[in-house]
């Protein structure tokens, strides 16, 4: 297909043509946008080599009956609405990984972004959250941690 015959079908179709810009700009915009945003999404595997190779911090958002329920081994349960980056849990921890996990992945950007802004050097949020790793077929433990 050359130039002259992709014209004439953004002519021919242009409700098809004006889709197919709108979701490279969208497309585009996204991937701009996580270079930006201060933290990497990791998913459930490059978590558990995370949490083996450097001590990660696992930091779960959820509220305490859904942790108690299950939860990544190791995680320490810091409710949203209590979450703050000076937080005696993660005091100490700004030269560490620390990886912030939720429900679905929502809710860690936020608290990824604000942990990031407090000076965290290795910030992380897992992508999908506990569904995503429950999905991956990977362990959880129930009680307090």
Known sequence: MNLEELMAFAGRHPLLSIGLAVLTLAIIGNEIAQLFRGFKLLRPAALTALINRENALVVDLRPAADFE????PGAKNVLMSQFDPENKKLAGAKALPVVVVCK???????????????????????????AGWQQADLPLVK???
């Open 143 to 145: 009680g307090r941690g």
């Open 104 to 130: 679905d992945g929502q809710a860690s950007s936020g608290a990824a972004r604000r942990l990031k802004k407090a000076g965290f050097e290795h910030v992380y949020a897992l992508d999908g959250g506990i």
């Open 69 to 72: 329920k299950g939860h990544i």
